[in-house]
């Protein structure tokens, strides 16, 4: 059986929706994943970010079809394929622990998928070739798993994963046994690989890094929920809860309350600025400042931010220094400061901190007394 060709112009990648999609783990209370709505288009790169527990791998194991839906609805293109057992809905996986075949060598893992929809030999032969090159492993072709490293394991899964010409490619944080440097090598060969297959690729997980550097769009996850779905930059300077702003970056979180345009920390008042200010209303909010848009020194703007602070610590990174401060009366925050603008400082050291107001974003605080306030997203 060869590869069903796509029509013509027809893009290469199948879209996915999950329409309400429910998890309820038998013996559970609570549902794992929880009415999730989502919208994956056809050829994108999704992230499926969150911390453990959130619901990611149940949601991508119910599009696979290794986990039965509770309830709801999973549209491959349109089609409902919930009750599809996973062979026929044809989509690829990849796990974090490899999952070889620990009997059969590279060559034999790759081409297993196509033994299974019963491909011809010499068909088989050629696009395990293919595939291997595609990872870069054609020399490799005879080893066992034991003898390949954990970085080439995962290139010939994700090489067995799409020999068969998926239409979707999920991936189960498949970087995440890999040391740093390594990961990141693999991080670009999957960017590489979604390129070059332009088919939709659904990826799982908890390194916000990762997810900044690889995707299209990030669904947020959180208690089996989707917070926040957009484009890496809209998460970033636009997130829609106090959760989504320190989950992904570092940031500087002033709490407090919202009262005539101001915000009310208790300690300090600040200029909220318009980004998200209909979005936290009144009531409990935060105001979300990334600590690349903190100078120090005092805000150059009438009616920008500027907040007295000691200096508890500078730490030098190279591109940037990272200066962490104590506010008067208040928490912890953090400068990134750009080698030198800032003029010399040193721990003890006495700064004014400034802002401007559109630096700053408002949210619902839907975290509160969950941290002293205001405390920055652990320095990482
Ligand atoms: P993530 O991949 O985001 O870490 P999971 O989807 O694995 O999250 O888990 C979501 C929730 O479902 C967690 O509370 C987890 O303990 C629970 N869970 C996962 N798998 C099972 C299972 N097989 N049986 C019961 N509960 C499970
Ligand atoms: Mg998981």
């Given at each position: 059986m060869?590869?069903?060709?796509?029509?013509?112009?027809?893009?290469?990648?199948?879209?996915?929706?999950?329409?309400?999609?429910?998890?309820?783990?038998?013996?559970?209370?609570?549902?794992a994943?929880?009415?999730?709505?989502?919208t994956?288009?056809?050829?994108?790169?999704?992230?499926?970010?969150?911390?453990?527990?959130?619901?990611?791998?149940?949601?991508?194991?119910?599009?696979?079809?290794?986990?039965e839906?509770?309830?709801?609805?999973?549209?491959?293109?349109?089609?409902?394929?919930?009750?599809?057992?996973?062979?026929?809905?044809?989509?690829?996986?990849?796990?974090?622990?490899?999952?070889?075949?620990?009997?059969?060598?590279?060559?034999?893992?790759?081409?297993?998928?196509?033994?299974?929809?019963?491909?011809?030999?010499?068909?088989?032969?050629?696009?395990?070739?293919?595939?291997?090159?595609?990872?870069?492993?054609?020399?490799?072709?005879?080893?066992?798993?034991?003898?390949?490293?954990?970085?080439q394991?995962?290139?010939?899964?994700l090489?067995?994963?799409?020999?068969?010409?998926?239409?979707?490619?999920?991936?189960?944080?498949?970087?995440?046994?890999?040391?740093?440097?390594?990961?990141?090598?693999?991080?670009?060969e999957?960017?590489r690989?979604?390129?070059?297959?332009?088919?939709?690729?659904?990826?799982v997980?908890?390194?916000?890094?990762?997810?900044?550097?690889?995707?299209?769009?990030?669904?947020?996850?959180?208690?089996?929920?989707?917070?926040?779905?957009?484009?890496?930059?809209?998460l970033?300077?636009?997130?829609?809860?106090?959760?989504?702003?320190?989950?992904?970056?570092d940031?500087?979180?002033?709490?407090?309350?919202?009262?005539?345009?101001?915000?009310?920390?208790?300690?300090?008042?600040?200029?909220?600025?318009?980004?998200?200010?209909?979005?936290?209303?009144?009531?409990?909010a935060?105001?979300?400042?990334?600590?690349?848009?903190?100078?120090?020194?005092?805000?150059?703007?009438?009616?920008?931010?500027?907040?007295?602070?000691?200096?508890?610590?500078?730490?030098?990174?190279?591109?940037?220094?990272?200066?962490?401060?104590?506010?008067?009366?208040?928490?912890?925050?953090?400068?990134?400061?750009?080698?030198g603008?800032?003029?010399?400082?040193?721990?003890?050291?006495?700064?004014?901190v400034?802002?401007?107001?559109?630096?700053?974003?408002?949210?619902?605080?839907?975290?509160?007394?969950?941290?002293?306030?205001?405390?920055?997203a652990?320095?990482?």
């Open positions: 060869p590869e069903t060709p796509n029509a013509p112009g027809a893009p290469a990648g199948a879209s996915i929706e999950a329409e309400a999609l429910t998890k309820v783990y038998k013996g559970s209370a609570l549902p994943v929880d009415a999730v709505d989502l994956i288009h056809a050829g994108e790169f999704m992230t499926l970010l969150g911390p453990s527990g959130s619901g990611k791998t149940t949601t991508l194991n119910m599009i696979a079809g290794f986990e839906v509770t309830s709801g609805r999973i549209l491959l293109d349109g089609d409902d394929i919930a009750r599809l057992p996973p062979y026929r809905r044809n989509l690829g996986m990849v796990f974090q622990n490899y999952a070889l075949f620990p009997h059969m060598t590279a060559a034999e893992n790759i081409a297993f998928p196509l033994r299974q929809r019963k491909v011809g030999r010499p068909e088989i032969d050629r696009r395990v070739r293919e595939a291997l090159e595609l990872v870069h492993l054609g020399e490799h072709a005879d080893r066992m798993p034991t003898q390949l490293s954990g970085g394991q995962q290139r010939v899964a090489a067995r994963a799409v020999v068969f010409a998926p239409r979707a490619l999920l991936l189960d944080e498949p970087l995440g046994a890999l040391d740093k440097k390594l990961r990141e090598s693999l991080q670009l999957i960017a690989l979604h390129t070059e297959l332009g088919i939709t690729f659904v990826f997980t908890h390194d916000q890094e990762e997810a900044l550097a690889l995707s299209d769009r990030i669904a947020v996850f959180r208690d089996g929920r989707i917070e926040q779905v957009g484009t890496p930059a809209e970033y300077e636009r997130p829609v809860s106090r959760f989504v702003a320190t989950f992904l970056g940031s500087n979180v002033f709490a407090g309350t919202v009262r005539d345009g101001r915000l009310d920390t208790g300690w300090c008042s600040l200029t909220t600025g318009t980004a998200g200010a209909s979005a936290a209303g009144t009531g409990p935060a105001l979300v400042v990334r600590p690349e848009n903190l100078r120090l020194g005092v805000a150059a703007d009438p009616g920008a931010n500027t907040l007295s602070a000691t200096v508890t610590d500078v730490v030098y990174q190279g591109a940037f220094r990272r200066v962490l401060v104590r506010f008067d009366g208040g928490g912890a925050g953090q400068v990134r400061d750009t080698a603008t800032g003029g010399a400082v040193a721990a003890g050291d006495r700064v004014e400034g802002w401007a107001a559109e630096a700053g974003v408002l949210v619902p605080d839907d975290e509160p007394a969950a941290t002293p306030e205001p405390e920055p652990a320095a990482r």
